[in-house]
Structures are given as structure tokens and as C-alpha cells.
């Protein structure tokens, strides 16, 4: 089975500016997740969608950062504007339910 | 709060030796789900191995397996017959409660040597 698909791998952009990343879980799986994972560090979950319902979003810094999943399958994370702080890795995984998440590939981010 | 500890940053191994990773946890949900992740430097998380909280029976996937202690809330890793490609962060984390929250620990990262 295809496995979770993200894009872009590698972004590079300045502060202020906006970016936005795409990912696409296995199909079936309910449950998406997107963490940040700053070099280094374990991943922190930035929001935690069940279908197109959000969960948990409680780590996630609303006054820049936003997500949403479109009819419960692809999902966008964006930042607007991004900071230096925001340079890491984002991570996307999905799961069926309570079972372990499969993770795509990342998306290195930048800011300059 | 729920949260997981791995309390060794660092470790390493010789080739075809064993090593224990250690992974502490706290949660008050009494149905959960245990995994160690492997991450390599191309940063895809990799799923090692799985156990569920209700199981007794430790976990074991070829040359890896676990030590689950539910009483304690410790879950270590074992790896056997070390190879290079072992070499990699490794990550604890669990799925509990109704939410399917995923938490992490911080890591540890596993060097292998000739």
C-alpha cells in the first residue's frame, strides 16, 4: 500500500514570509497528525486531527500557524508569517485508530 | 500529563553485540499502546516495534524485542546482533486514551561501531 505522502522535502524561505505543506495519509486512516521536530528534539505534536475534526491542537501557535484536512483525507499545514524560530523538520503521520502512525518523509523548513 | 522519559541521549554498541535502550512513561489511561520508532538521518520515522499494554507476553520482531514492565511503566528495547544500520535515533512514544494522542520521548541516539 502507498505509503504518507508529503511535500515539499526541502524549503527554504525568509522571515516573515508564508510557506505551506501538503501531506496525504494512507488511505483509510482516520486519524493525522502533524508534529514539529526541531534538530535534536523528539517530535511535538502540533495538531491532531480524527477524520476532518481537530482533537488536539493544543500545542499549536495559532497566531501564525494553521491547519486544516480537506473531507477528512489531505491535509495543509501552513505558517504565516514564519519566524526563525520555525526552522525544523514537519512531520506527517496517520493511523487507522489506536494503532501505530506511519510517517511520510518530512518536510525540512528553512527560515532565513 | 502524560508524558515519556529516555533517559540515555547517547549510547553505542559494538557490531554483533547487544544493547538496551530504556524508556519510562506515565500515563493514567489503563489502555494504551507502546512503540519504539527508528529514525535514521534521512528522517523518516520508522515504526521498530509494538506493544499493547493489555498483553503480557513481551513484543519481539526478529532481532529486536522489549522488556514491558506495567507495573513499573518501563519499556526498554533490546537489540540484538547489532548491525551499522542499526545506528539511528530511536524513539519511545504511546498511544492512549480515546484521543489517539502519540507522545514522544526525546530520543536516544545509538552508535555502531566495528
Redesign the interface.
Known sequence: EAGVAQSPRYKIIEKRQSVAFWCNPISGHA?L?W?Q?ILG?????LI?F?NNGV??DSQLPKDRFSAERLKGVDSTLKIQPAKLEDSA?Y?C?S?F??????????T?LTVV | AQTVTQSQPEMSVQEAETVTLSCTYDTSESDYYLFWYKQPPSRQMILVIRQEAYKQQNATENRFSVNFQKAAKSFSLKISDSQLGDAAMYFCAYIAGTASKLTFGTGTRLQVTL
Open positions: 486519524t497528525y508534529y521536530q528534539q523528539g517530535p511535538k505534536l491532531q480524527q482533537v488536539d523538520v512531520l503521520a493511523s485508530y489506536r494503532t501505530e502512525a506511519f510517517f511520510g518523509q518530512g525540512r
